[in-house]
């Protein structure tokens, strides 16, 4: 099964500190087996090991800041030579929970790394799920490269061109294009 959105038994409650007590902190950490793969921008990612999630919740500026970090082993194919390559992705983020209704426009944190949450009332625990998935699929990445050196497949036979040249001439003109080439250019200018 592949997973597009946030899978119904992801569930992660973490628990807030004292109300008030600005230097408290709470924080827990969660290791969830997953045994569906991820797809995201036509790539499918396969677990190869526990999606590790860490998060810590601390009262500041007036509002509950949680921040959360996964790691997590992926595999994926090489965008260049289709050969599997492994991921390994540790990222956080910073979330703030704020008082405000629901659909009430975010402010502007003037840092691009704190993301704002509404909340209509602030209760011993809060729900963090939706940041984690969040957080998980922002962590993935648009193109994954097997290595840095890696030079692709041949576009006409497929061979991979790390394991040596395939020998199929590379400068295959379209025929209709043949006539460009009788062409001359001339040096002088009118």
């Known amino acids: 099964m592949l997973l597009t959105k946030k899978p119904s038994d992801w569930v992660f409650e973490l628990e ?8 408290e902190s709470t924080s827990q950490v969660w290791e969830k087996s997953v045994d569906s793969s991820l797809s995201y921008n ?14 810590e919740a601390q ?7 949680v921040e959360i970090a ?9 965008s260049r030579c289709l050969a599997p390559a492994d991921i390994d992705i540790m990222n956080d983020f910073m979330y703030l929970y704020t008082l405000r209704k629901k659909g009430s426009p975010p402010e502007d944190s003037g840092e691009e790394e704190i993301v704002f949450i509404p909340a209509d009332f602030w209760k011993n625990t809060v729900d963090i799920s939706d940041q984690v998935w969040e957080t998980v699929m922002v ?22 061109l790390s394991e040596g040249e395939c020998g199929c001439t590379q400068n ?5 294009l043949e006539k460009l080439l009788d062409m001359k250019i001339s040096d002088t200018e009118e």
């Open 42 to 55: 036509g790539q499918i990612f396969s677990f190869k090991g526990p999606l590790k999630v860490y998060a």
């Open 16 to 23: 807030t500190p004292e109300l008030g007590e600005d230097t």
């Open 59 to 65: 009262w500041a500026d007036g509002g509950l800041s």
């Open 139 to 160: 962590s993935l990445p648009l193109q994954v490269i097997c290595s840095p050196d890696c030079k692709g497949i041949c576009p006409l036979c497929g061979k991979p």
């Open 172 to 176: 295959r003109m379209d025929p209709r």
């Open 70 to 78: 996964v790691e997590m082993l992926l595999s994926a194919q090489c």
